[in-house]
Each structure stands twice: as structure tokens, then as C-alpha cells.
């Protein structure tokens, strides 16, 4: 695992320890494992992904620790029908309640109002969020190499296959990258272009990182994306898939602020 001690990423994982506590009191594993199975069938993320070029997956956000508020009028339904008018690929929706003002329902909520595949983007520490993620409708979980153990990340892919759920392993450098590549290929791997210590972005962590990557492996890159050369940086350097958030969210209209991005992403 990465040094997280004294950092924000830090921080949060403390509180998601404690909030696991909670959430196990409130709902035993058998509960969980119940309520998965009537949730509404898994739509294919990563399917969803190699189908679009570029690739998008289009996030609903309130607020995050770095900028505080982005959203102040936030409707998650509204949101996620104008990323799939704008041609979005996939949704990735914030469901941590303390440091992104976000919540489980909001999942159910964005997908019950278009028909996207959905990331629930959250700290994940355990097999049990696993569950608990296709409980609340998620079609693909995040797991992040930085607060995970080599263990944890392949009890909680491993897990996640099991349910039929897609998985999205982020890394921030060479080293989170090979222990990324230790799992199974069929995780998608995603750079983050924000330092962990810092939350400064830089575009080049997914350039080099790329390099890195047998051919046929998919790479996301994710944070830092603000303006069409942005995008073509990455376009330049074969990288074709991106999670983009606070430039949709702080934009009056998310599915315009996605054209001015993107343009009209065209089918592959």
C-alpha cells in the first residue's frame, strides 16, 4: 500500500473503517446478498466503454474535499438524462456522504432515469462494499491501489466478478500500476492524474503511465480533463477513455459542457 498517513486520502479511509462498522450493524452480509439479487439486471460497463470512442464516463458530483460545493443545483436523474443525450458512455456517481456530499440512492436514481451503466465511485475497503455496491444497482466498482492491499484488491475483484460487476482498479504512478496488472485482465485500470498528497493534477502521469500497459489493455484517464486540447493531448497519445467530473459538474448545463469537451462522440 501506498503512505496515505497525514494525507486527505488518509483521512477518508480512516472514516470509511468507521463508517463499515456502521454499515455492517445496520445490514448483515446475508441482507446484502439478498437485496443484490433483486436488484435491476447488470448493464455491461466496460462493454458499454470499448463501444464508444472516446469513451467517456460522465460523473455526478455535489462536492469534493479540494473545491468544496461544484453543484449547488444538483439533480442526479436531470444529470445523468443530459450525459446520455450528450453521448456519454458510462455514468460514475459519488455515494461518499462526508467528503462528496453524495449518497447510495443517488446510484439508483441516475440509472432509473436513463440507461447508462453506472461506477459507484467510493472508498472501498472491503468485500462487503462489493456487495453492498450491486445492492444499490452499481454496474462497476472503483477500487484504488493507493488505500488497498495486494489482498484486498483481489478479494474484492474477485468478489466483484462474482456479481457480475465490472471493475475499475485506479492507479497514480509505475509502482500501483504493476501491482494493478497483477490482477485479473478483465479490470479495467484508470491513472489518476491528481497527486494524492497534494491534489495538484498533472496530465502526464496517464502519458507515461500509457507506456506502461501491454497493447490490448485499456487505460482511463481520469482527472484534469478542462479543455478540448486536453483531450487531444490525450487522443495524441492513444488514450481515448476519460472520467470526467468537475468540468460537467460546475457547468450550467453538464450535456453542454460535454460538447464543448468532446463534441458528438461517434459509435466505433
Known sequence: MTNIKNTILGTIIDRKVEELTVRQQRHSLYDLEQLAQQASPVRGFAHALLHKKPGVIA????????????????????????????????????????????????????RQHCHLPALRK?????????????????????????????????????????????????????????????????????????????FNVDLSHSIRLKNMLPQHRMLITESGIATPQDVALMQEHHINHFLVGESFMKHAAPDQA????????KSM
Open 59 to 110: 460523473e455526478i458530483k455535489k462536492a469534493s474535499p479540494s473545491k468544496g460545493i461544484i453543484r449547488q443545483n444538483f439533480n442526479p436523474a436531470e444529470i445523468a438524462q443530459q450525459y446520455e443525450h450528450a453521448g456519454a458512455a458510462c455514468l460514475s456517481v459519488l455515494t461518499d456522504i462526508d467528503f462528496f456530499q453524495g449518497a447510495d440512492e443517488n446510484v439508483h436514481i441516475a
Open 258 to 265: 460535454f460538447f464543448e469537451l468532446f463534441g458528438q462522440p
Open 122 to 198: 467510493d472508498f472501498l475497503i472491503d468485500p462487503y462494499n462489493v456487495v453492498e455496491s450491486r445492492a444499490i444497482d452499481a454496474d462497476c466498482i472503483l477500487l484504488i491501489v493507493a488505500c488497498l492491499s495486494n489482498q484486498q484488491l483481489e478479494e474484492m475483484s474477485k468478489t466483484a466478478f462474482e456479481y457480475g460487476l465490472d471493475v475499475l482498479v485506479e492507479v497514480h504512478n509505475e509502482i500501483e500500476l504493476e501491482r494493478a496488472l497483477m490482477l485479473d485482465e478483465r479490470c479495467l485500470l484508470g491513472v489518476n492524474n491528481r497527486d494524492l498528497k497534494t
